[in-house]
């Protein structure tokens, strides 16, 4: 198992007791344990695990941090993830979105008897990933959450005031592109003493199996990009994903919404990404399922899961269906 610094510091006790359920449950095999000090030490910790299974005991930047060295090496086919989430609510919103439970001895008993779920996860063209979603403009500098009401994990989100973007309500699909979509940045946030926040519009072309969604005679107010079907099997909700209706309206050419926005795609939704663009003002936004979504323009930065990346101005980000695979409840 390996130990994330930011987990031993701050909150001790869950990571003692997840070690303590672990070591135990391990029996003659034993469990091994890594306590890496910075990123360079855990990227060798997980080098060398040989043919150990990863536990990584840690928060959400500890579980991208893993599943980003694993696929840089490409064995990320090759294992099965394994996390027993710590640290505060805020930051491990990914972790259970994805169906880790949050509690120290569950997560940790879930290690020891889960089962296996395929995963999809987004690749960009500089090799990143994105396991839960993405959302332009990412707002924020880099490694801080954007502050506004959108995808909170808690209402009450971080003490220094700013609110992370995953929540429960992120367990599906459908809602997560709904709370993605009026974050700061994304437009319609409500600015101190209730009034409503004027937010900037950007001129960006935005393109969903080759589809034009918007171009750059249409500012937009934001875009977000969710993981489908496959990636959240099995979580509460997911089926209505599947039977969303009407038609997206705003530029010609533009895929119905809840339809597939190109040739051969399946009906189920696994290995398609939930699409939005949001408009200035009151306008209807576009949304649809595609493979690939390629968003280009001026500098933009944007944000996948926990991290703000960029200014870039061109990047694609393409579906990887099943790509991964993690340790959840038998029957979650």
Known sequence: MVIDPVARRTDGESVRIARDVLSAGAGAAGAKICLPEGPE???RVLARRGQRRPVVI???RALLRTVGLLHKER???QVTVSVIPVGAPASVGLSRALGVPTDAVAA??????GGERAMDLLTDDSDGIVLGG???PGGGGQGEYAAGPAHPVERAGRADGHRPWWGPAARTARTALAMLAPAAGLGGGIGFGGRRARVPAHRLRIEADGVVLADLDR???GVS??????GMAGMSGMAGMAGMTGV????????PAGRDGGEGHDGGGGGLAEVEVRWPGEARPVRTRARAVTVSGADFHYRADAVVGGPVRTRTWTVQAGAWRLTVPKGG
């Open 75 to 77: 064995e990320l086919g």
């Open 225 to 230: 990009v969710v993981t489908g079907l496959r």
């Open 219 to 221: 500012p937009v107010r």
């Open 248 to 255: 997206a309206e705003g530029r010609r050419g533009a895929v």
């Open 108 to 113: 940790a008993r879930t290690v020891l008897d």
């Open 134 to 136: 993405l959302r332009i």
């Open 41 to 43: 030490e855990f990227a």
């Open 58 to 60: 840690g928060d959400d």
